[in-house]
């Protein structure tokens, strides 16, 4: 009985520091994501220690509510974009995903290079600067009801591209390792499959919806609807994982492939309540990773800007300029909605860290970049698209 | 990444089971959660084995989400509730809390001193035939709409002080092992905390609420009554069990609190997607519980049979002499309101294994006997509920 009061504890005390952390950031006029990160740092191990690093490992209770979080999210996000629209934006995605790729692991190679890292290591290094999280930018355009601008569909379409070539380049690093070749008919074959699951739920789904959605009313509930959606959600979310892609890949298709439907807003309005109890847990969780005690000195605090201003830097300039032919505001956006690199940066330096390729430091340096770059453009983003309201072309009228 | 991908398809599969499950029971004219026990029954380690043993321990994802299920389930049963409404029913349900624990403790451990178990472990084993599971009955009565009647009411106060008086009990038998005797004052500082938390939460909370509760509009989100409440929810449950009560007692008092606002009917269909999401945990980690294995001869058999009857009998008797004022029929849904056993039974049969009081086969006896009654009583009440529909004294009018 103990463990579970410690568990219903620690649920209560992210909750509520998520809550507390979101009104003050809203205050004082800041997207309430910010708090939510903020607070998970204040209670995490770092600072108070309300929650431990035990509780926060991968796998277990809060790490997996924290997923499911950002699962709902993107399903949520997915909602409310149509493949139609992805589609019109299609080249600009495309340049923004492949530019935003090649630039970050291009900067952030030659930096481990000049710092003393072999090549084959500073390919691993780099890899940890390429990821997008689209989690924090999407809950900012949500936030703001920013999610029917044409910048939004640009920054969603050039995510999944961008998480498709992340996981190759993860791939073909991890195999470089140790001097090893990589087989590159294998990469091509992971290539073909990602992106046929991604083609064929995608675009194979939205058709079969938009031809007809009518099977969601056969059940008996009257939350059918929502039941349906929610299995298809964990479904494909564990599928894109079987591909190697992000569990939240696969739950933003499930939510495109329900934007089709007829129970569109009512999905919308069932959401609110799901995201309002499970995506504190990501965000707080995010926040209470950094480990700012591996970060109490000068050395490490300088290599922490620098790889922070190279993260940064980078992948706006490589969003910038893929999407240029939305104007300059309107590329500003694009460039600073990929720079969050959230969990996938963690992820990658974990991994680096158990190869023996990352040490303690720059393991925590990595982190915190990752983090650094989610807590810096919800601000940002805010600012730029309040700046541009009314200044740069959106699909949709303003709601 | 793996464990990742393991815990998503658990989610996944546990959730699609049971929504088939509640779907096929529901074409049978029974109670989806009788499906949904069901189909953990058939998905866990004693059949298909697709979640085993491991995912469904304590302190798992899977069983902290089974947790925050049954906690927001109880808080919305609490939502319908109000204090006025079990006051009216106070002394029935005092009689029917007191006679459903005294009956069963007694034949209970009648039966396990005839089997052979000396006094002090009989005691312990009588124990697992106390405490009713208010979860299993509640969803029942939600599902018909059967919450505003007055053996609704009955049931649900006779709950509160059936936790109460197992806690206690517990304690004792617990104290009574090995010969050591028992801390009487002690004892009575824990039935007066347990008794001052519940008059301090629901009487005093009730209170302020009827009096004042525009703060809740306060902040600044649409949704943050709906916020504000879950936090009272996981906090007040992470507090009773502090005072050695169920969690799902405090959130069933943040329930009945919240039934007190202006926002009530906002918060009941805002509650509606996060049960429809987080109950089935609850439900199939039930039926998963079950180890079929155990049972497979004979003689554990026909125990098990004269373990349920004994349970069952025990209990229906107690809660239909406490209840007799409600007219033969609403005595005997009382009655059969507080058989489930659900998982107080299978934490206690836990603690005696822990405590080399049972041995396994008890153990598995105790068990199924507690999933057993949560799976007869559903498909009884529903039949009681249909057939007194109109025959007995109901506080309002049927929706």
Redesign the interface.
């Given at each position: 009985?103990h463990?579970?009061?410690e568990?219903?504890?620690s649920?209560?005390i992210v909750?509520?520091a998520a809550?507390i952390g979101a009104?003050i950031a809203?205050?004082l006029k800041m997207p309430?994501v910010v708090g939510e990160i903020a607070a998970g740092c204040v209670i995490g191990p770092s600072l108070l220690g309300w929650i431990t690093p035990e509780q926060i490992a991968?796998?277990?209770?809060l790490?997996?509510?924290s997923?499911?979080g950002v699962?709902l999210l993107l399903f949520s996000v997915g909602l409310e974009t149509r493949l139609e629209d992805l589609k019109k934006v299609g080249k600009s995605a495309l340049l923004v995903g492949v530019l935003g790729v090649l630039l970050p692991f291009a900067m952030g190679s030659f930096w481990a290079h000049s710092s003393g890292y072999p090549w084959d290591k500073s390919l691993f290094v780099a890899a940890a600067f390429v990821a997008t999280s689209a989690g924090i930018t999407a809950r900012v355009l949500q936030e703001l009801g920013a999610l029917q601008r044409v910048e939004s569909k640009v920054i969603l379409g050039a995510a999944v591209i961008d998480d498709i070539l992340a996981m190759l380049l993860l791939g073909v690093v991890v195999s470089l390792q140790g001097g090893k070749g990589f087989d590159v008919s294998h990469l091509l074959m992971v290539l073909a499959g990602a992106i046929g699951f991604i083609a064929v739920i995608g675009w194979g789904g939205s058709r079969v919806m938009r031809w007809n959605s009518t099977w969601l009313d056969k059940?008996?509930?009257v939350?059918s609807p929502?039941?349906?959606v929610?299995?298809l959600c964990?479904?494909l979310?564990?599928v894109s994982?079987?591909f190697g892609l992000a569990?939240i890949i696969g739950a933003f298709l499930a939510g495109m492939i329900a934007s089709e439907t007829r129970q569109q807003h009512t999905l919308e309005q069932?959401?609110?309540?799901?995201l309002?109890?499970l995506t504190p847990f990501f965000f707080v969780l995010t926040g209470s990773k950094i480990d700012l005690h591996q970060l109490a000195n000068t050395d490490a605090l300088i290599a922490l800007a620098v790889v922070t201003l190279i993260a940064i830097v980078s992948k706006l300039l490589g969003g910038f300029l893929g999407a240029l032919s939305l104007g300059r505001i309107g590329a500003a956006i694009v460039g600073f909605g990929m720079v969050p690199r959230g969990e996938v940066g963690v992820?990658i330096a974990s991994l680096g860290l158990a190869a023996g390729v990352f040490n303690d430091q720059m393991y925590a340096i990595i982190v915190a970049m990752s983090l650094l770059t989610a807590m810096v453009t919800p601000p940002v983003l805010a600012w730029l698209l309040r700046r541009s309201v009314g200044s740069t072309p959106t699909q949709e009228s303003e709601a």
């Amino acid at each position: 009985m103990h463990h579970a009061n410690e568990i219903l504890f620690s649920l209560f005390i992210v909750f509520v520091a998520a809550q507390i952390g979101a009104e003050i950031a809203q205050r004082l006029k800041m997207p309430g994501v910010v708090g939510e990160i903020a607070a998970g740092c204040v209670i995490g191990p770092s600072l108070l220690g309300w929650i431990t690093p035990e509780q926060i490992a991968s796998g277990t209770p809060l790490d997996v509510l924290s997923e499911i979080g950002v699962v709902l999210l993107l399903f949520s996000v997915g909602l409310e974009t149509r493949l139609e629209d992805l589609k019109k934006v299609g080249k600009s995605a495309l340049l923004v995903g492949v530019l935003g790729v090649l630039l970050p692991f291009a900067m952030g190679s030659f930096w481990a290079h000049s710092s003393g890292y072999p090549w084959d290591k500073s390919l691993f290094v780099a890899a940890a600067f390429v990821a997008t999280s689209a989690g924090i930018t999407a809950r900012v355009l949500q936030e703001l009801g920013a999610l029917q601008r044409v910048e939004s569909k640009v920054i969603l379409g050039a995510a999944v591209i961008d998480d498709i070539l992340a996981m190759l380049l993860l791939g073909v690093v991890v195999s470089l390792q140790g001097g090893k070749g990589f087989d590159v008919s294998h990469l091509l074959m992971v290539l073909a499959g990602a992106i046929g699951f991604i083609a064929v739920i995608g675009w194979g789904g939205s058709r079969v919806m938009r031809w007809n959605s009518t099977w969601l009313d056969k059940p008996s509930s009257v939350y059918s609807p929502l039941l349906i959606v929610l299995a298809l959600c964990l479904g494909l979310a564990y599928v894109s994982t079987l591909f190697g892609l992000a569990a939240i890949i696969g739950a933003f298709l499930a939510g495109m492939i329900a934007s089709e439907t007829r129970q569109q807003h009512t999905l919308e309005q069932q959401f609110q309540p799901l995201l309002a109890l499970l995506t504190p847990f990501f965000f707080v969780l995010t926040g209470s990773k950094i480990d700012l005690h591996q970060l109490a000195n000068t050395d490490a605090l300088i290599a922490l800007a620098v790889v922070t201003l190279i993260a940064i830097v980078s992948k706006l300039l490589g969003g910038f300029l893929g999407a240029l032919s939305l104007g300059r505001i309107g590329a500003a956006i694009v460039g600073f909605g990929m720079v969050p690199r959230g969990e996938v940066g963690v992820v990658i330096a974990s991994l680096g860290l158990a190869a023996g390729v990352f040490n303690d430091q720059m393991y925590a340096i990595i982190v915190a970049m990752s983090l650094l770059t989610a807590m810096v453009t919800p601000p940002v983003l805010a600012w730029l698209l309040r700046r541009s309201v009314g200044s740069t072309p959106t699909q949709e009228s303003e709601a």
